[in-house]
């Protein structure tokens, strides 16, 4: 559903909202696999709702300053950055955030190349690019999946023969079943 959305060219860009110990993960992979070229941000809250200081609301703003801006295109209005977590008006290359410790706040960088690339403090501003392929430039994203890969089966001969596994329906959705479970 989220290729779908961001392959419309119906919307300026995306926020996902998601719980905090879980967001770094739904970051990073649909970095990698939506195929979009608009800017995709995730956000995530760290105090519940209603508390002072409800940070969460303050992400969502700074996401939508973030699409707003326009930082993250290139001459032809591509993102150039990929999906970004922004949280406590920092911006994390979506590769290279992780939660650190559980606390409000917490976010760090990983991968030991400076994954904070720019910060929303009075307007967003970007401070460098990653280059790591990213959304519309990955390998991997939805569009470059095909229809059909390898696999293998047991024949009730007992024999092991090579299948054509199908991967998406004629529509071009994702078969749900074909995919392998993916756990980190």
């Known amino acids: 559903m989220v ?3 961001m392959a419309s060219g119906d919307y300026d860009g995306s926020i996902w909202l998601e719980g905090s110990p879980s967001i770094e993960n739904t970051s990073y992979w649909m970095g990698l696999l ?3 070229k608009a800017p995709m941000v995730f956000n995530a809250a760290q105090r519940m709702r209603g508390m002072v200081s ?3 609301d303050q992400n969502i ?5 973030y699409i707003l801006s326009g930082v993250w295109a290139d001459e032809n209005g591509v993102s150039r950055v990929g999906s970004v977590m922004i949280q406590d008006q920092n911006i994390f290359s979506s590769r290279e955030v992780q939660k650190g410790d559980a606390k409000p706040g917490g976010y760090v960088i990983t ?3 400076g994954g904070i690339i720019g910060s929303m403090g009075y307007g967003a501003k970007l401070t460098f690019l990653p280059l790591r392929k990213h959304t519309h430039l990955s390998e991997v994203n939805y569009s470059k999946i095909p229809k059909f890969v390898p696999g293998i089966t047991l024949m009730e001969n007992g024999e092991i023969s090579t299948v054509d596994v199908s991967v998406k329906s004629e529509d071009g959705a994702l078969i749900p079943e074909s995919m392998p479970m993916v756990t980190i």
């Not at 703003?61 to 300053?65: E, H, L, S």
């Open 3 to 5: 290729q779908k959305v």
């Open 34 to 36: 939506i195929d979009s």
């Open 54 to 56: 409800a940070d969460g």
């Open 61 to 65: 703003i700074d996401g939508i300053n």
């Open 111 to 113: 991968g030991g190349y």
